[in-house]
Every structure is written in C-alpha cells, then in structure tokens.
C-alpha cells in the first residue's frame, strides 16, 4: 500500500489544522494506521493510531483533548485534526500503516510496527 500525506501548513499557535493520509494499492479496512511526528534534531516520535475498523484509538498524553484521528475505509483515507496547535507541534508528521496488532503499548509506539510510510507533510507552528 503507498500512502500520501497531504495538508502541510504554516499556522499561528492556537490555530488548526487537518492533516491526510490517502492509501492507494491496498484497501485500508486491514489496516491500523497511525500518525507519527518528527521535529528537527528529534527522534521521530508516535502521535496517534486508529485500528484497522477504525473502531479504537490510542494518542500520545501531549496531544490528547487537541489531536482527533479519523479513519474512512470506504475513502481509503485518515485524518488528523489538530486543534490548539503549539510551537512544540511544529515537525514533519509521517502517516503508517499496520497489520499488527496495535492493543500493546509498546509495539504500536514503535515505528518499526508498521510495514508502510508516507513521505510527510510539514507542520510549522508560529508563536
């Protein structure tokens, strides 16, 4: 499956912005797919994740209440809408994809879990 993000934008703290990713090759509904972020000089680091039915979701406490991951299988597509956005949001987020199960901690905060990546699309959070 290839993923594309798209949704790269400049915004002023306190703003939003919503962020896609569109799978082609493979249908996502088998699938978990999650949203990873790397700022500069930063190990690339897990936002979010949303299961293959998009029925469970798990975020990282630093986005939680801010971040709202969705999931459309009929659409082929996931996205993230960030509200509140902080300086600290500002990275290249990376969208993956899974076939593993996501339910322990550990596995679906690793990146090596998932088998497919995007390119990234550039956040940038001016204060």
């Known amino acids: 499956v290839q993923l594309v993000e798209s949704g790269e934008g400049l915004v002023q703290a306190g703003g939003s912005l919503r962020l896609s990713c569109a799978a082609s090759?493979?249908?996502?509904?088998?699938?978990?797919v999650a949203w990873f972020r790397q700022a500069p000089g930063k190990e690339r680091e897990f936002v979010v994740v949303?299961?293959?039915?998009?029925?469970?979701?798990f975020y990282t406490d630093s986005v939680k209440g801010r971040f709202t991951i969705s999931k459309d299988n009929a659409k082929n597509t996931v996205n993230l809408q960030i509200n509140s956005l902080k300086s600290e949001d500002t990275a290249v987020y990376y969208c993956?994809?899974?076939?593993?199960?996501?339910?322990?901690?550990?596995?679906?905060?690793?990146?090596?879990?998932?088998?497919?990546w995007g390119q990234g699309t550039l956040v940038t959070v001016s204060s």
């Open positions: 993956a994809a899974t076939t593993r199960s996501i339910l322990i901690k550990s596995v679906r905060q690793r990146p090596s879990t998932y088998e497919h």
């Open positions: 949303i299961s293959a039915s998009g029925g469970t979701t």
């Open positions: 090759g493979r249908t996502f509904s088998s699938y978990g």
